[in-house]
């Protein structure tokens, strides 16, 4: 197999149904949702094998469905079946219910860090919110399938509620915002009482 084809060497690229610009904004979208990808795997090997071993088998799960997601993006034809699903969106609400209770009372707004792992996590939930922005303006000039706009926010969340939970558990504090209030429900009400 050839890495090279020499099709793109003017500034076009094959999509499902078609050619683009390459800087159309729908290989832009799921471009960057490739870059996410990649960022992905890049925090998987940050984590320890042993204590986070159901944090990297979502993390392999979520690599796989962002490709799914990239692959919905890339179709400027309606020959074939999309393949994001309400289901990943569900799956990722439950998985981010769960880690909410596994992290700290959360009071103040956070800054990207702690541990490189949960930093590296902060990325992609970065780079998402990147895709996501992408994705939006590409549903308004174009049929997309609505499931993608909806994973990707919930998957930035997701990585919210999954670097807070690395920390835990490394026993490695969040950096608080040093100028936040308490802008939490849960801070609101104890600085009432």
């Known amino acids: 197999m050839k890495l090279y084809t020499r099709t793109g060497d003017e500034g076009k690229t094959s999509v499902i149904g078609g050619r683009l610009a390459k800087d159309d904004i729908r290989v832009v979208a799921y471009g960057t949702i490739d870059e996410v990808n990649s960022f992905v795997g890049q925090a998987i090997t940050q984590l320890d094998d042993q204590k ?95 499931i993608v706009l909806k994973y990707l926010n919930r998957l930035s969340d997701y990585f919210f509620a999954v670097a807070r939970v690395i920390n835990a558990r490394l026993n490695v504090k969040d950096v608080e915002y040093e100028r936040s209030a308490l802008v939490f429900r849960e801070g609101k009400r104890k600085e009432d009482k």
């Not at 020959?79 to 209770?101: G, N, W």
């Not at 990207?112 to 902060?122: E, F, L, T, V």
């Not at 922005?133 to 549903?139: G, H, P, S, W």
């Open 52 to 146: 986070f071993s159901d944090i990297i088998a979502e993390l392999v799960k979520i690599q796989h469905e962002l490709f799914d997601c990239g692959g919905d993006l890339a179709m400027v034809s309606d020959k074939y079946p999309y393949k994001a699903s309400q289901e990943m969106v569900t799956f990722l609400e439950e998985r981010i219910d769960d880690y909410i209770k596994q992290a700290p009372e959360l009071e103040k707004f956070i800054l990207p860090g702690g541990s490189p792992a949960a930093a590296s996590i902060h990325i992609c939930r970065t780079v998402t919110r990147r895709a996501e922005r992408y994705a939006t303006r590409l549903q308004q000039d174009a049929v997309t399938n609505p």
